[in-house]
């Protein structure tokens, strides 16, 4: 079992920074892959980044590569979404999610976070 708890979004003007952190609980947390995804008012939610349980690998949507980066820190139960030349698209609910590789990569997660808005001002 893992909980997962989102923080770290806010409002900030486009082409800003902002750090996201997902903080786990339990015991098997370094056994997860861990991703990010976003959910825009009236969208569906979208796959944004995962990292592999080694940190040995990363993947990125396309709209968010060059800008992004996934991070994690197994030794701290966390796992962290760099985000920066922030732009307006980007407001979202962003989630963190544990799973498999391949599920995260098509959007299913074993556990979800509550999530954490993230607002970009043009």
């Known amino acids: 079992q893992v909980q997962l708890v989102e923080s770290g979004g806010g409002l900030v003007q486009a082409g800003g920074s902002l750090r996201l952190s997902c903080a786990a609980s339990?015991?098997?947390?370094?056994?997860?892959?861990m991703g990010w995804f976003r959910q825009a008012p009236g969208k569906e939610r979208k796959f944004v980044a995962a990292?592999?349980?080694?940190?040995?690998?990363?993947y990125y949507a396309d709209s968010v590569k060059g800008r992004f980066t996934i991070s994690r820190d197994n030794a701290k139960n966390a796992v962290y979404l760099q985000m920066n030349r922030l732009k307006p698209e980007d407001t979202a609910v962003y989630y963190c999610?544990?799973?498999?590789?391949?599920?995260?990569?098509?959007?299913?997660?074993?556990?979800w976070g509550q999530g954490t808005q993230v607002t970009v001002s043009s």
């Open positions: 999610a544990a799973a498999r590789m391949p599920l995260l990569r098509v959007g299913v997660g074993d556990y």
């Open positions: 339990g015991r098997t947390f370094s056994n997860y892959a």
């Open positions: 990292i592999s349980w080694s940190a040995g690998s990363t």
